[in-house]
């Protein structure tokens, strides 16, 4: 039986990539979820493409009903977005969510790096780090994905590290992020109950190199 995938946020960079990657697997059927359908610009021959809302009920139960894998790379409120997403998902009976927050949320990047993520960044975590919470304390079969600075490089290095470990990357390419998650898809029992840091190997520093 083909895997049932739901991408949230199919406009998005890395969503893109993901996609790409999965277009034409025979053994995926993808829905391809976004507030502005016109402006998914990739035709996979194994997607449909559904306009819609996370926010409007009718919207995402129609998305998530009978889907195997939902994958969400969202920006805005985070917090709500993902209580959302959960709430649904559990009163529909779909386990395995893919959710793409931030590195920095649980104040696991040490050194000075850690102190340039938070000037940067510090007051967003907060929501990201909600988002995190309600994800992580819900009954589903969750991957948490935090990724370093991103970039538009052509590269697909990267690595990862768990939750409560150090995380010192300054940069990972959204190709790589996007390879990472669609390893995930496709090994959908791979970092399960997990919070997973990406970033580039060998790339550490006080912060990313373009800044």
Not at 50 to 76: H, M, R, T, W
Not at 113 to 133: C, P, S, V
Request: net charge negative.
């Amino acid at each position: 039986m083909k895997e049932k995938v739901l991408v949230i946020g199919a406009n998005g960079a890395i969503a893109q990539h993901v996609i790409k990657n999965l277009a034409g697997n025979e053994n995926m059927n993808l829905t391809l979820f976004a507030r502005k359908a016109n402006g998914l610009s990739l035709k996979a021959p194994n997607a449909e493409i559904l306009q819609g809302d996370v926010f409007i009920k009718e919207d995402l139960d129609k998305a998530i009903e009978g889907k195997d894998v939902v994958y969400a790379n969202l920006s805005g409120p985070m917090d709500s977005l993902a209580k959302s997403i959960v709430d649904t998902m559990e009163d529909k009976g779909v386990k395995r969510l893919i959710f793409v927050t931030s590195l920095g949320i649980y104040d696991e990047i040490p050194g000075k790096f850690g102190e340039w993520n938070n000037r940067m960044i510090g007051g967003a975590l907060k929501t990201y780090r909600r988002a995190a919470d309600t994800i992580e304390t819900s009954e589903l079969d969750y991957t948490v994905v935090r990724p370093s600075w991103l970039t538009d490089k052509d590269e697909v290095a990267y690595e990862t590290t768990q939750k409560g470990e150090p995380f010192i990357g300054t940069e990972v390419s959204r190709k790589a992020v996007a390879e990472y998650i669609t390893d995930l898809i496709q090994h959908p029992d791979k970092d399960v109950k997990a919070s997973v840091g990406v970033n580039k190997p060998g790339v550490y520093g006080d912060k990313p190199a373009f800044y």
